[in-house]
C-alpha cells in the first residue's frame, strides 16, 4: 500500500483568524471531566468537516483552543464536540449553558482515511480522550458498513465512569463494530477487561494484510500501539495517528505546532505514522 | 497430536513448541470446567497448579483491608495464569479468580518442573516462553503505572 497522505477535505473559510458566533443548544456531561457539547452556526450555514479534523474554540475572555470535532459528518448542520475540562478555557466552555455563544474558527487539519480504508479491515485504537476525534470516523465507516471488512475499535479508559460513549458503543456494535474495551483500574464489579489497550491488539486477530489503523489517545500510549501492531505485522504505512501539539493559529502561521518539519495544525493532526515516526523519535521534539 | 495438545499449541505462550514437548506438558494438564468467581490462586497458598485459559476470563487480584481486593489486571483466552509455580518457594503473590465460567487446563506444577528438570531443553523453551510472557505483561503494567489517561493532554 502506498504511503497515502491523510485527505485535507474542506478548508477553513475566509478570513481564518475570525472565529464565527455559534450558539451552544445542548450540553451533556459524559463523566466527571468531560462534557459534550452541540453548537449551532449563527450563520445558519452547515459546517461541513471530513472525520479527524478540529476547530479553534473560544469563549470570550477565557481563550481559544484546539477541540476535535466528534460529530457525524453526515449532520453538519450541529457541529458536536466532547471537551475535557482540564484549563482555564476548557472549563468555561464545558460550563457554558444553552444559549450561550462562542467562537469558532475552523475546520482545520487532515482527516483519518476512511475513503482509502474501503474494501479492507479497520482497526480503531483510542485511549481516553481519544475517542471523540475518531467518532466521526466511526460514524462514517458504519453508515458504509458494507464497503468495509472487519470494523475493530480498541478502547482503553483509565476507568469504567472515565469511558466515553458507553451507550452507543452498544449502538455500533449492534451495527458491525467490534468493540473491546479495557480500563487501567477497577473495582470487583466490572467484568471486562483490566490492563492496558495494548494488550487487546493480539486478542483483536488483525489481519495485518488488510488492516488500517487509526490511532488517537495519549502519545505514550500510541507509540506502545504501534509497537504492538508491527508485532502482529502492520507496517508504518497503515497506521494513521492524530498528533497533538501546542496548536494555535490553526493554519501553519504561528509555528507554535511545529513537529520536525511539519506543522501539525496544517499538515495534520492525522498523519500516517510512516511520516511522523522519524520525528518522535526525537526526544527533544 | 491430541486435542488438548492443539489447545495447548495455540496458546502463545506454547505455540512453535515441539510436538514431544506438547506431549509431555499434556501429560501434567488436565481439563477443568469452573464457574466464575472459582478461586484459582491465593495469595501465600502453595503454588502448586497453575492455569491455561481456553475460553473464559479471570482476574487477578491483591486483597486490602481497607478497599477490598483490588482489581490489577484480568486474564483471558489463551493467558496463562499463575507464574509463581517456576519459582522458590513456589507460593502464590496474589488472587486469582474466575470473573466468567471458564473452560481451562489445569497443571500439575511439581510435574511439570520434573519434566523441566529431566529434559533441559524443554525447560529451556518453557523458561524462554514464560519469560517473553512476564515481560510482556510487565511492560503493560508499566504503562498502567503511567496513568497516561489521567494527564491533561495538550489539547481536547
Not at chain 1, 465512569?161 to 470487583?188: H, I
Not at chain 1, 471486562?192 to 490511532?215: C, E, I, S, Y
Request: negative net charge; glycine residues 10%; proline residues 7%.
Amino acid at each position: 500500500m502506498d504511503v497515502l497522505q491523510p485527505p485535507r477535505e474542506h478548508a477553513a473559510p475566509a478570513g481564518p483568524m475570525l472565529p464565527a458566533p455559534a450558539e451552544l443548544v445542548s450540553t451533556r456531561r459524559d463523566t466527571s471531566d468531560t462534557w459534550t457539547i452541540a453548537l449551532r452556526p449563527l450563520s445558519g450555514e452547515p459546517f461541513a468537516f471530513a472525520p479527524g479534523q478540529f476547530v479553534m474554540l473560544s469563549s470570550v475572555g477565557h481563550g481559544e483552543v484546539p477541540i476535535s470535532i466528534s460529530g457525524d459528518p453526515a449532520e453538519p448542520e450541529c457541529l458536536i464536540h466532547t471537551v475535557r475540562s482540564v484549563g482555564l478555557a476548557t472549563a468555561a466552555i464545558c460550563q457554558a449553558q444553552p444559549g450561550a455563544i462562542l467562537g469558532v474558527r475552523g475546520p482545520f487539519g487532515t482527516s483519518w482515511p476512511v475513503q482509502a480504508a474501503r474494501g479492507g479491515d479497520v482497526v480503531i485504537a483510542a485511549g481516553g480522550i481519544g475517542l471523540p476525534p475518531l467518532r466521526g470516523a466511526i460514524l462514517e465507516m458504519l453508515a458504509a458498513r458494507e464497503h468495509y471488512g472487519r470494523l475493530v475499535l480498541l478502547y482503553g479508559g483509565r476507568s469504567p465512569d472515565q469511558l466515553l460513549f458507553t451507550e452507543e458503543l452498544e449502538r455500533w456494535q449492534q451495527r458491525g463494530l467490534e468493540v473491546l474495551v479495557t480500563v487501567d483500574s477497577a473495582g470487583p464489579e466490572w467484568l471486562g477487561h483490566v490492563g492496558v489497550v495494548t494488550r487487546l491488539v493480539r486478542r483483536a486477530g488483525l489481519d495485518p494484510v488488510t488492516t488500517v489503523a487509526m490511532m488517537c489517545g495519549p502519545e505514550v500510549m500510541m507509540r506502545f500501539l504501534v509497537v504492538a501492531l508491527g508485532d502482529v505485522g502492520l507496517s508504518a504505512d497503515r497506521m494513521y495517528v492524530s498528533m497533538e501539539r501546542n496548536m494555535q493559529c490553526g493554519i501553519g502561521h504561528c509555528g507554535h505546532c511545529q513537529l520536525g518539519p511539519t506543522l501539525v495544525c496544517r499538515d495534520g493532526a492525522v498523519f500516517c505514522w510512516e511520516t511522523v515516526r522519524p520525528w518522535l523519535a526525537i526526544r527533544e521534539l | 497430536m491430541s486435542e488438548l495438545e492443539s489447545e495447548l499449541a495455540q496458546a502463545p505462550v506454547f505455540a512453535g513448541l515441539s510436538p514431544a514437548h506438547l506431549a509431555v506438558i499434556a501429560g501434567c494438564g488436565r481439563e477443568q470446567h469452573v464457574p466464575s468467581g472459582t478461586v484459582l490462586l491465593r495469595e501465600g497458598g502453595t503454588a502448586d497448579t497453575f492455569y491455561l485459559i481456553r475460553t473464559g476470563a479471570a482476574a487477578l487480584e491483591v486483597q486490602s483491608p481497607a478497599h477490598g481486593p483490588l482489581l490489577i489486571e484480568t486474564l483471558h483466552d489463551h493467558d496463562v495464569v499463575g507464574w509463581s509455580w517456576l519459582f522458590a518457594p513456589y507460593r502464590w503473590q496474589m488472587d486469582g479468580r474466575t470473573t466468567r465460567e471458564c473452560a481451562l487446563v489445569a497443571f500439575d506444577a511439581a510435574c511439570l518442573r520434573g519434566e523441566c528438570d529431566a529434559d533441559h531443553e524443554l525447560g529451556y523453551e518453557l523458561m524462554r516462553r514464560f519469560a517473553a510472557s512476564i515481560v510482556d505483561r510487565l511492560q503493560a503494567t508499566r504503562l498502567q503505572l503511567l496513568d497516561v489517561y489521567g494527564r491533561a493532554p495538550a489539547s481536547a
